[in-house]
């Protein structure tokens, strides 16, 4: 089965570090399989109710998801220097 596109999600920046900072967003899931695009030329880590669901850089610019029904607390702990 195909993962759907969970497009136009907007991040809001939570947190900063001296080296990343962390964008999240409550988001309802509807159970299917989902695939998430965050293209970066550096790296960032996905998170899904805190735990490490994938991960991004420039040769990796997509993450499929399983189905997992609900609303999550879903996290990027972004490079800094990737972001401006």
Not at 71 to 79: Q, S
Request: hydrophobic fraction near 45%; include cysteine.
């Amino acid at each position: 089965m195909a993962a759907r596109a969970l497009g136009g999600v907007r991040l809001e920046r939570r947190a900063q570090t001296a080296d990343v900072i962390t964008l999240g967003a409550r988001i309802a899931f509807a159970g299917e399989s989902l695939r998430v695009a965050y293209p970066t030329r550096t790296g960032a880590l996905l998170r899904i109710d805190g735990v490490a669901a994938g991960a991004f850089d420039a040769k990796h610019p997509t993450c499929d998801l399983a189905p997992s029904a609900g609303e999550h607390d879903v996290t990027l702990e972004v490079e800094r220097s990737a972001v401006g």
